[in-house]
């Protein structure tokens, strides 16, 4: 006889994930235990990529909301790759071998977009920038990267 436990961490990581890098993430944790301690736990991420449509999420969203918990998937013996294809819907999902390919969140932002961002505010407010702080920094919304304009730089955006 095993007993169900849930804790909380996994609502902090999918919080941790909201606030600190902007990208909406499902995250289930799930252990069991028995008289002999932790006898089986895992969990999930999920995370959407910067293309991944609305529709996508809609999808995926209501397919984790009926999912069932991620403890009973591991008490059920259920392969990574079946959880996989019960938590996404799609039957067809492709795993990525770690000797091909290494997965990594990989952003095509640069300083010269984020430049061209900087340039929509307007002249006004972008003199406005450099009078009160000779300098500005940006933050991409993806990958959180910083990129810094300084007064030279964003006089040259003016122009
Ligand atoms: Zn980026």
Redesign the pocket.
């Known amino acids: 006889m095993s007993k169900l436990v849930s804790g909380e961490i996994a609502e902090d990581f999918a919080n941790y994930y909201y606030t600190s890098e902007q990208k909406s993430t499902a995250v289930a944790l799930g252990v069991l235990v028995n008289k002999d301690g932790v006898k089986k736990a895992g969990g999930f991420i999920v995370s959407a990529m910067p293309d991944a449509t609305e529709d996508e999420l809609f999808i995926l969203e209501n397919r984790l909301k009926e999912a069932k918990p991620i403890s009973q998937m591991l008490e059920e013996n259920m392969s990574l790759l079946d959880i996989a294809k019960d938590i996404t819907g799609d039957i067809d999902i492709q795993t990525l071998k770690q000797e091909e390919k290494t997965p990594k969140y990989e952003?095509n932002?640069s300083k010269e977009k984020m430049a061209r961002g900087i340039q929509t505010i307007g002249k006004e407010e972008l003199q406005k920038i450099i009078e009160e702080d000779k300098k500005a920094e940006t933050v991409?919304h993806?990958?959180n990267?910083k990129y810094e304009f300084s007064e030279e730089e964003l006089k040259s955006l003016i122009n």
């Open positions: 952003c932002c991409c993806f990958c990267k």
